[in-house]
């Protein structure tokens, strides 16, 4: 059973671009996170998405950031128009249908995104 | 301050020396979890401990949990170089019928030979 699948590991975008990050999640999870990470800092909850469902949002910023979990293929961050702010690591994380009081999360490798 | 917040947020300690991080929380959790980051690299799941459970033990990793005060600590023993990095705690609020799983902001310890 593969772990969190993220790709690309390392993506270099240059300013006004989109990027692309997708997340497979480990079998039997229905459950996809993105989180992101700057520098030196902890990682910051994005959304939170079910299979086409986007559960909670919160932590998206409201522009040019998006999210999706289609019913095939796996989860895709989206960033249009990238600015060098953008520049961060992203971290997927699935877990499979909450059972009991909770399920532990499993988090992929990251994406390193750096805008030029 | 959020959700999830380890102290100290540094720490440097000798090989061989036990370490010691706290984390502090603020909602009520069903589970709390450590996790490990080394230097550019992904998450590692170090041990998640459920809100009914007080203390669990894997390997040289003990942590405990006080949901009265809700915190929880994380202790190594025994350190070793290769435990250098950055520990995180995350909480599962479980509030709203989901798990969306909050990060504290890392505790960064180094382990000198």
């Known amino acids: 059973n593969a772990g969190v699948m993220q790709n690309p590991r390392h993506l270099v975008r240059r300013r006004g671009q989109e990027a692309r990050l997708r997340c497979s999640p480990m079998k039997g999870h229905s459950h996809v996170y993105w989180y992101r990470q700057l520098p030196e800092e902890g990682l910051k909850f994005m959304v939170y998405l079910q299979k086409e469902n986007i559960i909670d949002e919160s932590g998206m910023p409201k522009e040019r950031f998006s999210a999706e979990f289609p019913k095939e293929g796996p989860s895709i961050l989206r960033i249009q128009q990238v600015v060098r702010g953008d520049s961060a690591a992203y971290f997927c994380?699935?877990?499979?249908?909450?059972?009991?009081?909770?399920?532990?999360?499993?988090f992929g490798q990251g994406t390193r995104l750096t805008v030029v | 301050s959020q959700q999830g917040e380890e102290d100290p947020q540094a720490l440097s300690i000798q090989e061989g020396e036990n370490a010691t991080m706290n984390c502090s929380y603020k909602t009520s959790i069903n589970n709390l979890q450590w996790y490990r980051q080394n230097s550019g690299r992904g998450l590692v799941h170090l041990i998640l401990?459920?809100?009914?459970?007080r203390e669990k033990h894997s390997g040289r990793l003990r942590v405990t949990l006080d949901t009265s005060k809700k915190s929880s600590s994380l202790l190594i023993t025994a350190s070793r170089a290769a435990d250098t990095a950055s520990y995180f705690c995350?909480?599962?609020?479980?509030?709203?019928?989901?798990?969306?799983?909050?990060f504290g902001t890392g505790t960064k310890l180094q382990v000198i030979p």
């Open positions: 994380a699935s877990s499979p249908p909450m059972q009991g009081i909770g399920t532990e999360a499993f």
């Open positions: 995350a909480t599962d609020g479980g509030s709203g019928g989901y798990q969306k799983v909050t």
């Open positions: 401990i459920r809100s009914n459970e």
